[in-house]
């Protein structure tokens, strides 16, 4: 009986082992069963936040697409008033030349008419004046030719 006993304490033995083994697989599968779980969860805080950051990709994207339209329209809006400043410097220039123009012809013309004028005045003057030295010599002859005490006798 000693074979028989012998194979049943191996038997025992080996049974006592399996199901050691079992209990580890056991708790092996349970922990793999809760890493797979957890596993799960993180796979959907992954997918959350990738998800998220997509969203924030395209966000920006449109950002920047928005912000480079808004650039180019303000640069196309700095070059149309550039060109507008530059066309009314251009045309205050124009017009100040021209009224500078203006300024200098009428300047001459009235420059030319007061020595007109100041040549019609001096010769009106030095008319009156050789009248005035005519009638004053003239009287001047008369008085001469005259006796002073005939004078004073039509006076009296």
Known sequence: ???DEQEVQDLKLDMGLLKKDVE???EICHKLSESIDKLQEVNVSI????TLHEQKHDQHEKSEKDMKDDIKELHSRITTVTRELHERIDQVEKHITDRLDD???DLATHK???K???ITELSEVERWKWIILGAVMSAGFILGKLELSSILSFIK
Not at 47 to 50: D, E, N, P, S, Y
């Open 1 to 3: 009986m000693l074979p």
């Open 24 to 26: 580890w697989t056991n």
């Open 47 to 50: 997918l959350r936040m990738i």
């Open 103 to 105: 300024i200098r012809s």
């Open 112 to 114: 030319q008419q007061d």
């Open 116 to 118: 007109k004028t100041i």
